[in-house]
């Protein structure tokens, strides 16, 4: 399977699961929606939800602690026609597992269980549902493969393991004999997340995991050509092609275009000003690494229109060429 793109908030949405759709990735997923939000009739929370033919095939992602807000969330994710339902239970973030949902609810198998056959019983089989968890909520609590094993048992499709606690955050590597753990405990396909960066890295997750696919997140900010990269790597080693080559980094030239064309995306779903807000991040990652780093700082951190944005892409390419 493609590699596919993992659900970022505040990053991987429509423009961003658009572009990395079209450059190879396997599937998709929406940002992750409260289930809460949805239940109460929060309008922010049914947007997140639009998915565009260009996105697909593309999930709906829910999260929550209250069991009873699941049912109304799915009937309403249900109308955006998804190929599929994800619950997450890995998100490591304060707001979200500090609260209790996210990550938190791997302290609570219990819970966590209740929660799956809420959304699996209201989906009623019409899409598949996955599950997105990490290794343990500390390194007391590694308790990926239990949580796996009930996922299983409720009806999951299939898994995604982030190989790190919620307590570890993003820091330290990647811990894969947790994927691999999981993968060996369960009959349903397993999904390996972290520190997939270029097809080097995706192969050898699979090799050491036996994983049946990667998610790709934080690698991808700034690179949704990465999806198409790694596909190439993965498919020319499957091919028996010795020394397979990662693929030539893009041209500055290709590099601006894309740069450009996803922020007129995010304008054309957002008007040019929450657009061109959110566009200063994406255009840190899109300029990263290049000459004059520190001045393009400081244009981009301040960028309000579209029209500057062109400007910082002209000087990029000056000072390349």
Not at 227 to 256: C, T
């Amino acid at each position: 399977m493609a590699p596919v793109l993992a659900p970022m908030a505040g990053v991987a949405d429509r423009a961003m699961r658009e572009l990395c759709m079209e450059m190879g990735a396997g599937f998709c997923c929406t940002e992750m929606i409260s289930a809460m939000g949805v239940y109460c009739g929060d309008r922010k929370s049914a947007q997140l939800m639009e998915i565009n033919d260009r996105e697909r095939p593309c999930g709906i992602q829910l999260f929550g602690k209250e069991p009873h807000t699941f049912p109304a969330a799915v009937e309403a994710a249900l109308r955006y026609q998804p190929e599929f339902i994800d619950i997450n239970m890995g998100c490591p973030a304060h707001k979200v597992a500090g609260h209790g949902s996210g990550a938190a609810l791997m302290k609570s198998p219990a819970l966590a269980e209740q929660i799956m056959k809420e959304v699996i019983s209201a989906v009623a089989g019409e899409v598949p549902v996955s599950i997105k968890i990490r290794a343990g909520w500390d390194d007391t609590s590694r308790n990926a493969v239990e949580l796996a094993l009930r996922c299983e048992q409720a009806g999951a499709a299939w898994l995604t393991v982030h190989g790190r606690t919620r307590a570890q955050m993003y820091a330290p590597p990647v811990d894969l004999s947790i994927i691999r753990d999981v993968k060996l405990a369960v009959g349903i396909p397993v999904i390996g997340n972290g520190d997939v960066a270029e097809g080097k890295s995706a192969m050898h997750m699979m090799n050491e995991t036996g994983c049946d696919a990667v998610m790709i997140g934080r690698a991808a900010q700034g690179r949704p050509w990465l999806f198409r990269e790694v596909s190439e790597y993965l498919q020319n080693n499957e091919a028996g092609i010795e020394n397979a080559e990662q693929a030539k980094p893009l041209s500055i030239e290709e590099r601006m275009a894309m740069m450009l064309r996803h922020i007129r995306l995010l304008c054309e779903y957002k008007g040019e000003h929450i657009g061109m807000r959110e566009a200063r991040k994406h255009a840190a990652w899109y300029t990263k690494g290049l000459r004059g780093g520190a001045a393009l700082r400081q244009r981009v951190v301040a960028l309000q229109t579209y029209e500057e944005l062109e400007e910082v892409a002209a000087e990029c390419m000056r000072m390349a060429g």
